[in-house]
């Protein structure tokens, strides 16, 4: 037996004991050592999106514990990062490199009982055949924390990679959470100038030392709400201060923001989606601006499995030091805790993680 924290329906996670998962002769079983709380999970847990139980947490990282005969990649003992969603790599959305709405993909490979959800929130997981091609062994001298940062990097540049920019481009990148630091850094990695905004000045020094040109603190919190208190944020510091922005990065789920950013990105620019993942809000936008001024509006969601090798590279050589994002560590028995706090992040709260000896 096992402890694991099981979703039992909205906002109630409930430390329990349950079975050590089985693994069968093409699979292992990994014992965790880190597990990243994502914003993703935090609002399924939240509105109760998908049917309880469930043991969420897939941005994972640990020690493999077992496998099965069928295994030879792997040995027991190996640290690894895991990757809890993997495509076909051969349907028709396969074709078109759209991973995230390939059928296999959108199983959930990694499991600790229960309908697969990931199974980070427990002792030990469960890696199924489908997503071991996604597992990647962490170097040495890397820590079991910069592993479990993969799963979220991999998002971030996926979603980068959907930009059609030229060195030297503009980019306002809305927003300086984890998510928002990690395209601060990588866009100024590709040799983007960033204009960084937040409403917290702790987040916008971690901006600067990433690598953005310039940062602006936003005052509003509208800014950082949700459509229910969506008004203009106008006058913002950042339209007070117009730049020819190429793109706009929108990593807050403000509609206020996205408006803003067609505003304010040249025609022919594009505005990227990163955290509007809550079904059913509606938005005005003016569609002019989609079709006349030739402004994208386009999103990027979850991560492409063919990334993996080079997010490795970008974190575990520390160009982009994840080590500089992770604020806090829960034991697991706190992963309400964690959760709680990654839900409603404070001035010094960046990624929150939890973590088991
Ligand atoms: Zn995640
Ligand atoms: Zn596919």
């Given amino acids: 037996m096992m402890r694991a924290v099981v979703y039992r329906g909205a906002n109630d996670l409930r430390v329990e004991t349950v ?42 990282a640990g020690v493999v514990a077992r496998v099965g005969a069928k295994v030879k990649r792997f040995r027991a003992g190996d640290r690894v990062a895991l990757h809890h969603h993997v495509p076909c790599l051969d349907c028709h959305a396969c074709r078109h490199r759209a991973f995230a709405q390939c059928e296999q993909y959108k199983r959930t490979g990694i499991t600790a009982g229960f309908e697969p959800a990931g199974g980070g929130y427990a002792e030990y997981v469960r890696v199924m055949p489908f997503v071991l091609p996604g597992v990647v062994k962490i170097p040495d001298r890397n820590s079991f924390l910069e592993g479990a940062m993969l799963e979220p990097v991999n998002t971030v540049l996926k979603a980068v990679k959907r930009l059609a920019l030229l060195k030297g481009d503009t980019v306002l990148v809305a927003g300086q959470g984890p998510i928002g630091l990690m395209f601060t850094r990588l866009l100024a990695l590709n040799g983007m100038k960033v204009v960084a905004t937040d409403l917290f000045e702790t987040r916008l020094r971690i901006a600067k030392e990433f690598g953005a040109t310039k940062t602006v603190r936003i005052r509003s919190a509208n800014y950082a709400n949700h459509a229910k208190t969506d008004e203009s944020p106008h006058p913002s510091p950042v ?55 030739e402004k994208d509006l386009i999103g990027s969601y979850s991560a492409d499995f063919l990334l993996q090798k080079e997010v490795a590279r970008l974190v575990f050589s520390r ?20 959760v709680a706090l990654a839900a409603k992040p404070t001035a010094e709260s960046l990624k929150v993680v939890v973590t088991q000896s």
């Fill in 319 to 338: 160009k982009l030091d994840v080590r500089r994002l992770i604020t806090h560590e829960f034991p697991l028995e706190k992963t309400a805790e964690a």
């Fill in 19 to 60: 079975p050590v998962p089985k693994i069968g002769p093409h699979e292992m079983l990994v014992k965790v050592a880190a597990c990243g709380a994502c914003p993703t999970d935090i609002k399924k847990i939240q509105y109760a999106t998908v049917p309880p139980p469930r043991i969420f947490g897939h941005e994972t």
């Fill in 239 to 293: 339209t007070r201060h117009p730049s020819r922005f190429d793109a706009a990065v929108i990593a807050v789920p403000s509609d206020a923001v996205v408006r803003e950013a067609l505003e304010l990105v040249r025609g022919g620019g594009q505005v990227l989606l990163f955290s509007h993942t809550r079904r059913g809000a509606e938005s005005e936008i003016d569609l002019a601006k989609i079709c006349v001024d």
